[in-house]
């Protein structure tokens, strides 16, 4: 990992922060057709392969250290592309190290509890990183756009007066600081889809026949609210913007390009917390030591002691002997032309 790739990804995911402290119109503000200065998609697949190779490494580094963890938050409309995103994003990464969470129209027994219950139950543990397809965002989204929600969750009286989505807003933005000064880093992603993209995806789950267990007529209804997403989206996104978790908003008319964007901020977080693999200790190296000995004892009649030191070995002096050959002009070569 070079300083320069860490100040490309920076530059890059500047283009899609929400500055906190700002006030944004998502409509006016974010285009979902946006490029981000990425030309072609083939250049952006190429890019989301190496961004997926870091994402794996620094995972594998995060689970080793077990210090700190990284909650995803993915927000988005339907059809907006969070399970392509998730998939994606994931591909390179141990399932041991990482977990998603989805969620949906809360149960009875979640409803019989405060409104943040069921999200702290799925938060990550120190090495971990939990993807939460749907968040506790959707408590001033959905629940906003419907108050009928609101009053399934038997608020008390005094509770439900006044301006509960202020309250919300500051709740979150400060169980979110809570999270972030015990270690726990929050990544806070929303695909921001077109109306007219919307139409398209949905016009294709009912066109293609394998796609069709994906169509829900009440996700065509939902979109007859669009334009009171699009404003609770905006107030959201002003009002829990924070230092400590900013929010992206990608752009998700192109799947390609949502999911580059999404490995991107992903990566610029685990970069910045650099985590480190567990240093070892004069007891565990001689520790190690000595069972390499015992087990170098088990060696089989004619087997080296240790194979796989061998085989390093002799891939070093391979490298080392082109290395040379190389630097002779001697390396064997033919050359065409
Ligand atoms: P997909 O459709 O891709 O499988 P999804 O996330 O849309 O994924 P669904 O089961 O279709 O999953 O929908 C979940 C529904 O639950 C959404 O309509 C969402 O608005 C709703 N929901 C999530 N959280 C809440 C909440 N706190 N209160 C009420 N409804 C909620
Ligand atoms: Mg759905």
Redesign the pocket.
Known sequence: MTDTTAERIEAFIEQLRVPPGTEVDLEKDFDPGFRAGIAKKTNGIELLSVGIELLAEYQRRLAAEQTRGVLVCLQAL?AGG??GTIRHVMSGMSPQGVRVA?????STEELDHDYLWRYARQLPRRGEIAIF??SHY??VL??RVHPE?LGRQRLPGAKRDGDVWARRYREINAWERYLAENGFRVVKLMLNLSKEEQRVRFLKRIDVPERNWKF?AADVRERAHWDAYQRAFSQMLSATSTPWAPWYVVPADRKWLARLCAAAVLAHTLIDIGPQYPRTSKADRQELAKAKKDLEKEAPEGAPADPYEASAAGKNRERRGKASRKASGKDGRKRQG
């Not at 989805?102 to 809360?106: A, M, S």
Request: charged fraction near 45%; aromatic fraction near 6%.
């Open positions: 339907d969070k399970d989805n969620f949906k129209v809360p397809n749907r959707e408590e959905v629940v929600n829900s």
